[in-house]
């Protein structure tokens, strides 16, 4: 089992930053892929990016070169810079694992709200 607890997120300004977190616990973090999705009320949850344990990462169209995900295998964390913040990705952001590149998302944890203002 794997435990997922995000943090980070806040208000901020339309062209802005956030830093989200995501605090891992169990099994051994290293090996799993970890992802970061997120949520607008009434739509479908969306990828936003994901990073294997290797080290390899990637991004919807959407952020790229915006967002970039990166893990610290010391602190069993895995973070989520966002950059140049659009006032339509404010949403709730959910950190996830899984346990081999091609597998389902097993863990998720409960998401953090974050809020851009126009």
């Known amino acids: 089992q794997v435990q997922l607890v995000e943090s980070g997120g806040g208000l901020v300004q339309a062209g802005g930053s956030l830093r989200l977190s995501c605090a891992a616990s169990?099994?051994?973090?290293?090996?799993?892929?970890m992802g970061w999705f997120r949520q607008v009320p009434g739509k479908e949850r969306e990828f936003v990016a994901a990073i294997t344990s290797w080290n390899f990462a990637s991004y919807a169209d959407s952020v790229k070169g915006r967002f970039t995900i990166t893990t610290d295998n010391i602190k069993n964390t895995v973070y989520l810079q966002m950059t140049s913040l659009k006032a339509e990705e404010k949403a709730v952001y959910y950190c996830?694992?899984?346990?081999?590149?091609?597998?389902?998302?097993?863990?998720w944890g409960q998401g953090t709200q974050g809020t851009v203002s126009s």
């Open positions: 996830a694992a899984r346990e081999a590149p091609d597998a389902q998302y097993g863990y």
């Open positions: 169990g099994r051994t973090f290293s090996s799993y892929g």
